[in-house]
């Protein structure tokens, strides 16, 4: 007998594949939205037991076919976000009219849960395109289903990110790296499985609170991380406090790339510190602590960055 509908919009990502693996071992029955069944399908359809998880190819922009989907559903949660905007995937179709458009729908099909994955620090960092767009989208969201809940992570890590792993191979392969803001810029990374777990809570134990900060157990500044990457991977590297007018010269340069290591609106926004703001709860004040530290963490994938590979793995032998 299964659980629950869930709908799930990017669960391609790292978090997505790290929920669906919590919810179907529970017991949730998942439907997972992807632009891209024939890229995205076997990376879905393999985080869950065969019969638990259902793949939608749809373009989150045909509102009748997002509609249709909501007939089945009793839980809605949306995961889709950019760093960058490209064509259509603008910052506010993507953050603000689409988060919105599940948060009506959510109401108007009654459903028990709408929980949307907005970012920290977006109160503060009111110069930054992402930011002002996933404030809007929260607004918005508050607006058409009160019943919402909104998580706001700092950042995110785990196997599956584009945030430890860019950052190692970087690390392995420039002689110099560049410390914008010199580096201080404050963040409390929390582990996706931490993340997901809070999610499941949130779902599982019926809590409505709106608005949630979710933070790891660890305050950590932009250079102390590059620190911890780096002696993980056992690399020695120089670390160059970055003028801010080069960092803006370099980010106009990467944003020309498909897929930009930075943008100018990313240069903006790691200015502002991404830890709990003191104004909204956090995961610690519902209950939900982060148990997984930063470098313990990150010490059991990061052997693919160090000399010798998977044979440098202490355990290997
Ligand atoms: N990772 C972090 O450190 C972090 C921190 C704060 C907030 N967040 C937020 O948490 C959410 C999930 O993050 P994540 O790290 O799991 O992201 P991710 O790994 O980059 O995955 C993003 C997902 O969004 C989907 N997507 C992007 N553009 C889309 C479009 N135009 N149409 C349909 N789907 C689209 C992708 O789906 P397909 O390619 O399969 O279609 C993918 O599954 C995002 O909203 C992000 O802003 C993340």
């Given at each position: 007998m299964k659980g629950k509908n869930c709908l799930i919009f990017g669960g391609s990502g790292q978090i997505g594949r790290h929920l669906i693996r919590k919810l179907t071992k529970n017991d949730y029955r998942v439907t997972v939205v992807t632009r891209n069944i024939h890229q995205k399908g076997h990376i879905i359809k393999t985080?869950?037991?065969?019969?638990y998880i259902d793949i939608i190819e749809a373009n989150i922009f045909d509102e009748i076919r997002i509609k249709s989907?909501?007939?089945?559903?009793?839980i809605c949660i949306n995961l889709i976000g950019i760093l960058y905007e490209k064509k259509k995937n603008s910052f506010k179709n993507i953050h603000t009219l689409f988060p919105s458009l599940l948060a009506k729908l959510s109401k108007q099909y009654n459903l028990k849960h709408f929980i949307h994955i907005s970012a920290l620090g977006i109160n503060e960092a009111k110069d930054s395109d992402y930011a002002r767009s996933k404030l809007e989208g929260e607004k918005e969201i508050l607006k058409n289903f009160p019943l919402s809940t909104i998580l706001r992570p700092s950042i995110v890590y785990s196997v599956d990110d584009n945030f430890t792993t860019s950052f190692m191979t970087l690390l392995n392969r420039l002689p110099v790296f560049p410390l914008y803001y010199s580096g201080k810029t404050k963040f409390m990374p929390i582990h996706s499985s931490d993340l997901v777990d809070i999610i499941y809570n949130v779902i599982s134990k019926n809590i409505y609170s709106q608005i949630i900060e979710c933070v790891g157990p660890e305050t950590l500044s932009f250079k102390e991380i590059i620190e911890k990457l780096l002696n993980l991977i056992d690399k020695r590297r120089i670390l160059l406090p970055m003028p801010l007018i080069f960092g803006k010269l370099t980010a106009k340069f990467f944003q020309?790339?498909?897929?930009?290591?930075?943008?100018e609106d990313q240069l903006r926004l790691l200015k502002?510190?991404?830890?709990?703001?003191?104004k909204y709860k956090t995961n610690t004040d519902i209950g939900f602590p982060a148990k997984y530290l930063f470098e313990k963490e990150v010490e059991k994938y990061c052997y693919m960055w160090k000399q010798g590979g998977e044979y440098s793995k202490k355990n290997f032998y």
């Open positions: 985080q869950g037991n065969a019969g989907l909501f007939e089945r559903a009793d020309l790339f498909p897929k930009p290591l930075l943008t502002y510190d991404n830890i709990s703001s003191g």
